[in-house]
């Protein structure tokens, strides 16, 4: 029977660390450590975009603070 393979985890000031270190950003979920994807200039304006027309079409209501 085979076990299953121990997942190694790391600890916070251990990726912070790595962090300051690391030319590309990661995300720390419980231990784990996943690298995060670049977003483009493309991207970055589209969700600009997006917020912009969200809060124009919630304003006045409840959901437009």
Do not use: K
């Not at 985890?9 to 994807?37: C, K, N, W």
């Amino acid at each position: 029977m085979n076990l299953p393979a121990q997942i190694a985890t790391l600890s916070v000031p251990d990726y912070l660390q790595g962090e300051q270190e690391s030319p590309i950003r990661h995300e720390y979920v419980a231990g784990r450590v996943f690298a995060m994807a670049g977003a483009g200039a493309a991207h970055n304006r589209i969700g600009l975009n997006l917020a912009f027309h969200l809060r124009s079409a919630t304003r006045g209501t409840p959901y437009g603070s």
